[in-house]
């Protein structure tokens, strides 16, 4: 398994940006694909967006697009989440993590780190 640590959360006002990371460590970075969750009280796990392990395409989530982008740094084994004109409803912990194959679901990863928390005021 890979080891996932995120960073880069805090209080951030509506409008404004926040850059997260997620450092990786244990296996081979480049054998995952990897994804970006959030979790808001109260409610279920979102996909967030997702960068696979070989092309390094990247995908989003309905609720971030146009907003966010993922992008990875294979020689740092890290993964970034820029996320841009930020909402109160973007409030929630963000998780990394990752997988052998490529999706949306959170079933489909099975390494995640602690989570780092994102609060947008109004």
């Known amino acids: 398994q890979v080891q996932l640590v995120e960073s880069g959360g805090g209080l951030v006002q509506a409008g404004g940006s926040l850059k997260l990371s997620c450092a990786a460590s244990g296996r081979t970075f480049s054998s995952y694909s990897m994804g970006w969750f959030r979790q808001a009280p109260g409610k279920e796990r979102e996909f967030v967006a997702g960068i696979t392990r070989t092309t390094g395409s990247t995908y989003y989530g309905d609720s971030v697009r146009g907003r966010g982008t993922i992008s990875r740094d294979t020689t740092k084994n890290t993964v970034y989440l820029q996320m841009n004109s930020l909402k109160p409803e973007d409030t929630a912990v963000y998780y990394c993590?990752?997988?052998?194959?490529?999706?949306?679901?959170?079933?489909?990863?099975?390494?995640w780190g602690q989570g780092t928390q994102v609060t947008v005021s109004s």
């Open positions: 993590a990752a997988s052998p194959r490529l999706g949306r679901r959170a079933s489909d990863y099975d390494s």
